[in-house]
Structures are given as structure tokens and as C-alpha cells.
């Protein structure tokens, strides 16, 4: 009995669930496959800005590569919320019981949601093609574009910014990575700043990618166990006069 007991306590101090920095790494993949596919399909050509006159053509003249596009960003959302919850959920594990955990849990599911928001509109925008669907094409781009960029990205900020600050503060990551979550975050809440100054788009892809290393990196670092709790006393003196 006493033995069984140990084991139950020991067996606490490692967290279950997915690899982090596995999940983070095929969130990684994805996005850099969703942006270097589409352009091969599209013969070197980019996803076109919304704020580009000629982007209806580019839809109209490569709409399968809109369509890949549609189906990885979609498929990268989902890595992302699984991290978000795995990363929250390590944390509390950990012990942690702060506010920030439920800010980055809250901005990970709105991030992933945004993502997904996103890929439907490119997904409907690749079927919007001819001469005639112009307006139509342009207005399901500029939603897409707003889901998936500031829509997207400043609650991504709130993700970095949770964990970065409750993992930092308690020394479960390096200093750096902590400092380098919250300039992270900093510069993907001023994004939002691109609904009313498209200038500012040029924060996004910033936030994205630089996102991604910081992705990887929280994976890699975070521990996974703790130390067993010892048992009570109590429970020790009853073991020993068990023994007796």
C-alpha cells in the first residue's frame, strides 16, 4: 500500500499532454508552407495586399493557389490552439494560478479562431472569380485580410504576452525569451493601428514570424515535470505503523 502510494504521488510530477515544442514546430511548418506554396502555384507571385489594385486578378487568374492557401492557413489553426491550450494548461500544472495564464489562453483561442476566420474568406474569395465579382472579391479580401492579419495578430499578442510574463516571472524560461515575448507583444497590440493606418501592416508580418522562434522556443524551455510532493506526515505515520 505504501509503495502504491508513492508511486501515485511521483507519477504527479509530470505534466501530460503534447510535446509543446513539437506542436510548435508543425505550427511553424505550416505557416511557412502556407505562404511558399501559394506563390509556386501563382508562378512566383505573392499573395497580393488588399490594398493592392490589381489583387481581384490574382485571385481570378490563380484560383487554385488561393484555395491552397485557404486550406493551409485553416490547417495552421489548429496547431496553434492546441498549443495554446497545452501551454496553459503546463503552466497551471506547474502550479501557477495567475490572470495571465487565462489572458494567453483567451488570445491562443481567439488567435486560432481569427486564423480559421480567415481561411473561410479565402476560401469563398477563390470562388469569386470573373469580371464581374471585382467588388465582391475585394470585400471578402479586405475581411480576410483584417481576420487574418490585426485580427489575428493582436491576440496572438495577448498569447506571447501571458505566457512570457507568468513563465519568465517565475524563472521556468530564460530571461531573454521573456524580454523578447513582451517586445513581441508590444508590437503586435500597436498592429491594430492598421485598421485605421494601413502603413502600420508592415508590424504583421513581424509579429508572425518572429512569433513562430518564440513559439519554439517557450516549447524547448518550459519544463514538463515537478518535483514529487512529499507526503504528509500523517500519511508517513500511519505507513510506518503499518510497517510495525
Do not use: N
Request: aromatic fraction near 10%.
Amino acid at each position: 500500500m505504501r509503495l502504491g502510494l508513492q508511486r501515485e504521488i511521483g507519477e504527479t510530477g509530470r505534466h501530460r499532454g503534447p510535446s509543446l515544442a513539437a506542436v510548435a514546430g508543425v505550427y511553424a511548418i505550416l505557416v511557412l508552407v502556407s505562404v511558399a506554396v501559394p506563390t509556386a502555384m501563382a508562378s512566383g507571385r505573392h499573395f497580393p495586399s488588399p490594398f493592392d489594385p490589381g489583387a481581384p486578378d490574382w485571385f481570378a487568374e490563380y484560383p487554385s493557389a488561393a484555395l491552397a492557401s485557404a486550406f493551409l492557413i485553416f490547417c495552421s489553426a489548429v496547431p496553434l490552439g492546441i498549443f495554446t491550450a497545452t501551454a496553459s494548461s503546463r503552466l497551471q500544472f506547474l502550479g501557477m494560478k495567475v490572470a495571465g495564464i487565462h489572458i494567453a489562453l483567451v488570445g491562443g483561442v481567439a488567435a486560432s479562431v481569427a486564423l480559421a476566420t480567415s481561411a473561410f474568406a479565402a476560401w469563398a474569395l477563390a470562388q469569386a472569380g470573373g469580371p464581374d465579382a471585382r467588388a465582391v472579391a475585394h470585400a471578402l479580401h479586405m475581411f480576410s485580410f483584417a481576420a487574418g492579419g490585426p485580427g489575428f495578430v493582436v491576440p496572438f499578442g495577448l498569447l506571447v504576452a501571458g505566457v512570457s510574463v507568468v513563465a519568465g516571472l517565475q524563472r521556468f524560461t530564460p530571461r531573454w525569451l521573456m524580454v523578447a515575448g513582451l517586445a513581441i507583444a508590444a508590437i503586435a497590440e500597436l498592429s491594430v493601428l492598421t485598421f485605421v493606418w494601413p502603413a502600420a501592416a508592415i508590424l504583421l508580418p513581424i509579429v508572425r514570424f518572429t512569433g513562430l522562434l518564440w513559439m519554439v522556443g517557450i516549447g524547448i524551455v518550459i519544463p514538463t515535470s515537478r518535483a514529487p510532493r512529499a507526503q504528509p506526515a500523517p500519511i508517513r505515520a500511519a505507513s510506518a505503523g503499518a510497517a510495525v
